[in-house]
C-alpha cells in the first residue's frame, strides 16, 4: 500500500487510532486522514472526542463506545463493518484496548475475518518508558492495580525480585499511597519513576529511590494521570 493510500479508509475496515494524551499536536497526519475520511467513529465518550474533532475542523458521525457497553457495541459495530461500513475507534487519550476499552471490538472483528488496520501514535506508557531512565530491554505492563492496599501490597510482594521493570498506571487518588507501599515493602532504595500529566503543560517525572521520590510527591500537587515504573531489585540509577 502506498503512502497516499494508507490515508484513505476503507470500507468495511476498523481502524485503532491512537489519539494525543495531551498535546494535540502529537496526533499523527495519518490518524487525522483517518478521522476525517471514515464513516463513523467509535469512542469512550463523544463529548471529549467531539470537542478534539472540532479543534481539528472535523464534522464527524460519532457513537458511544465505553465500559458499560462494551459487549453489546462490539457485535453492533462488527455488524456495521460487515456491511462494508469504515469505522475509527478511539478512546478518551492514547490508544484504544490498552486500559481502555477496544479488546471486545478488535476480538470481534478477528473472529469475523474482518479487516483490522492499527494507527499507531501517543501512548502514556512508553512515552515514560522512554523518557525514565529505567531499563527498557524488557517490561510488564499491568496496567491499573486494585483499588484495595492489602491487594497492592501483594502485587509488590509476588513480583519484588521480577526481572524487568514493572508498568503500571495509577489514579491521583492512589499515587501516594502506591510509592508508600513500594517503600514499606520493596524497600526505600528502590529506583522507581512516577511520571505526571505527560507531555500536558505540567508534566513532570519523579525518578530515583522510592523513598526520595515518596518526599518529593509529599511537596507536589497530586492532580493529573499519573505512571508508575518499578525498576528491576539490582538497578542502580
Known sequence: MSENASLVPQPGHLYVVATPIGNLADLTERARAILGGVDLVACEDTRTTGAMLTRLGLHKELTSYHEHNETEAAERLADLLASGKSIALVSDAGTPALSDPGFRLVRACRRRGLPVVPVPGPSALTAVLSASGLPTNGFLYVGFLPAKSAARISFFEQHRTFDYTLALYESCHRIDKAVDEIVA??????????????????????????AAVRDRLAKASLKGEFVLLIAPVDFVL
Open 185 to 210: 515493602t520493596l524497600g526505600p532504595d528502590r529506583v522507581i519513576c512516577v511520571a505526571k500529566e505527560v507531555t500536558k503543560i505540567h508534566e513532570t517525572f519523579f525518578v530515583g529511590p522510592a
